[in-house]
Nanobody
Framework: QVQLVESGGGLVQPGGSLRLSCAAS????????MGWFRQIPGVDQDRRIV??????????HYRDALGGRFTITRDHNKIAVSLQINTLEPEDTAIYYC??????????WGQGTQVTVSS
């Protein structure tokens, strides 16, 4: 069964850092890109893109409004991505979802991981 497994969420104090990880398993993938969305409960009706990375070129793209606190990286060997978030703010509190797009036009989602920024 094809799936993405996320880890690394949790409770962090404002100003802290967190690293989210996501790994694919259970299938063969011809990956086009991977990335992260997030959804803020009570605020966002839908998931909103945070960052994505093109698999072959390794080009990273970020949602402009988020500034430079997010860094996405990929691991070719594991079909995995990580999202480093620095200087966390309470507004970053959300459920973070990993996704994978492949050249067969499939989008696979992870189950989501909760990030809570609070003192």
């Amino acid at each position: 069964q094809v799936q993405l497994v996320e880890s690394g969420g949790g409770l962090v104090q404002p100003g802290g850092s967190l690293r989210l990880s996501c790994a694919a398993s259970g299938g063969t993938f011809n990956v086009m890109d991977m990335g992260w969305f997030r959804q803020i409960p009570g605020v966002d009706q839908d998931r909103r893109i945070v960052a994505r990375i093109s698999w072959r070129a390794g080009s990273a793209h970020y949602r402009d409004a988020l500034g430079g606190r997010f860094t996405i990286t990929r691991d070719h060997n594991k079909i995995a991505v990580s999202l480093q978030i620095n200087t966390l703010e309470p507004e970053d509190t959300a459920i973070y979802y990993c996704y994978l797009d492949d050249y067969e036009r499939r989008r696979i989602w992870g189950q989501g991981t909760q990030v809570t920024v609070s003192s």
